[in-house]
Each structure stands twice: as structure tokens, then as C-alpha cells.
């Protein structure tokens, strides 16, 4: 999760960002699958802690989950997850949580050969989203019309890698 630029004309979803003189700014809380492409995303305003969307995020899921309990669902997060009501939360919906610190993973990659940090594939997908300009400030002063240019963008994005990378006959 990222907190962004002010949002010009405020509006709802939007709060004071505590990094930027309280100025008004927005929160995006993404969830991705293991090659970057977005499954869920939540926004609300930058004063909001990240483990309070958590719950938000993962209901806004809009396929259907499949049942089979075989199937390793893990959930990689940074430090501001590391909390007791997290991870009842992730086992609600059957999530394992894999709950590391940055300076946790710059370690594993000095000390294990081949090892990835996984939380980077989120941030890679916020570059990706911050690529479309209409999402780098937000100038919509109504959430909705927001929330409809980061599923545009999360929609072009998922094309884009499924292009990439086409399913097997």
C-alpha cells in the first residue's frame, strides 16, 4: 500500500497525509497475484492505517475463490501488517501470511542465492498503475470516478500480461 499526491479538490475518500503537512491525499491498498497482475484494490484516505483496509481489499475481489484446499494461498506483507487481528483476518479467508520486514528481505538476498523478494511485486504493479498519468494525482473530486480510472487501469494491465504470457492449449 502507498499513500500518493494530494488530491486538488479533496473530495471523499481522501484524508490528511501525515507525510506531507496534512495535506489531502489518497491511499491505495492493492492486492495482486505472483506476477504482478491486480486482483483487488481498495482506496481511502492517506491518513487510514494499511491494516484497516485489509478487510476492504480482500472482499473486493471480484472472481470467486476456488474451494480446493490444496491450493497455497499466501499472503506476502510488509511490518504494518504485523498485527494479531491481520492475521485472524487472513485466516477467516484462508490466507497463510508471510509477514517480513524490508531489512528481513534485503538480509535473505544477500545471504540466499536466488531468493525474491516478494512484496516487490506489488510495488511493481503501483509503478504500473502510476504509469497511467491520470492516476499519478488524483483530480477527481468524486471517489467513484477515481475508483473507475484504477479499474480501467488494473483491467488494461491484466491484458497487457496476459498478452505476455498467453494460457497453454
Known amino acids: ?12 475518500r481522501s484524508g490528511p497525509n ?3 503537512r496534512a495535506k ?20 481511502a484516505g492517506a491518513n487510514i492505517r494499511d491494516e484497516k483496509l485489509l478487510r476492504a481489499t480482500i472482499e473486493s ?3 470467486e475463490r ?3 484446499s490444496d491450493l497455497n494461498t499466501g499472503v506476502c506483507l510488509d511490518r504494518g501488517y504485523d498485527y494479531r487481528e491481520v492475521y485472524e483476518l487472513l485466516d477467516e479467508f484462508g490466507f497463510t501470511a508471510h509477514v517480513r520486514s524490508r531489512r528481513a528481505e534485503a538480509e535473505a ?11 516487490w511485486v506489488v510495488e511493481r ?3 504500473w498503475l502510476n504509469r497511467f498519468r491520470r492516476l499519478l494525482v488524483r483530480w477527481e ?9 484504477l479499474h480501467l487501469a488494473c483491467g488494461l494491465i491484466t491484458w497487457r500480461e496476459a498478452l505476455k504470457n498467453p494460457l497453454p492449449k
Not at 500500500?1 to 471523499?12: D, Q, R, T, Y
Not at 473530486?141 to 480510472?149: D, N, P, V
Open 18 to 20: 501525515p507525510t506531507d
Open 24 to 43: 489531502r491525499g489518497v491511499k491505495r491498498s492493492l492486492l495482486c497475484e505472483g506476477a504482478g497482475v491486480p486482483l483487488a484494490i481498495e482506496v
Open 109 to 119: 538476498i544477500k545471504h540466499e542465492a536466488g531468493f525474491r523478494a516478494r512484496r
Open 1 to 12: 500500500m502507498a499513500s500518493w499526491p494530494n488530491p486538488p479538490l479533496g473530495g471523499e
Open 66 to 68: 476456488p474451494d480446493d
Open 125 to 127: 504493479t503501483h509503478s
Open 141 to 149: 473530486k468524486r471517489a467513484h470516478t477515481y475508483i473507475a480510472m
Open 61 to 63: 475481489i471480484p472472481i
